[in-house]
């Protein structure tokens, strides 16, 4: 019953999304993500698609000099993420609104 009820809160507090079965910590996605960029900014997040259920991740990275190395953050994410956590999706940002927290 109590994980039920966490997984739920921080899935409310968009800390986590389920993908195929299981719970993915975007605050997880994102340490790894901003680790294999070398500190870059990342936002992680499930984004739904119709039709399927669950959500598929998605990070979105500041990149305003437009100089994401794609084949560093494949093999990176493929090194350090189980399959289900690994982001389906990726949207390159100028800036990412960021909080003090």
Do not use: H
Request: hydrophobic share 40%; glycine share 6%.
């Amino acid at each position: 019953f109590f994980r039920a009820y966490l997984d739920t809160i921080l899935n409310a507090l968009n800390l986590i999304y389920r993908w195929r079965g299981e719970n993915v910590s975007t605050t997880e996605v994102e340490a790894t993500v901003s680790n294999i960029l070398e500190l870059k900014d990342a936002c992680a997040y499930g984004v739904e698609i119709p039709g399927v259920e669950g959500k598929a991740g998605m990070v979105a990275i500041r990149d305003p000099d437009n100089t994401l190395d794609l084949t560093k953050f494949y093999r990176g994410v493929s090194a350090r993420l189980p399959p289900y956590a690994r982001p389906i999706f990726v949207r390159c940002v100028e800036q990412l609104d960021l909080t003090g927290a």
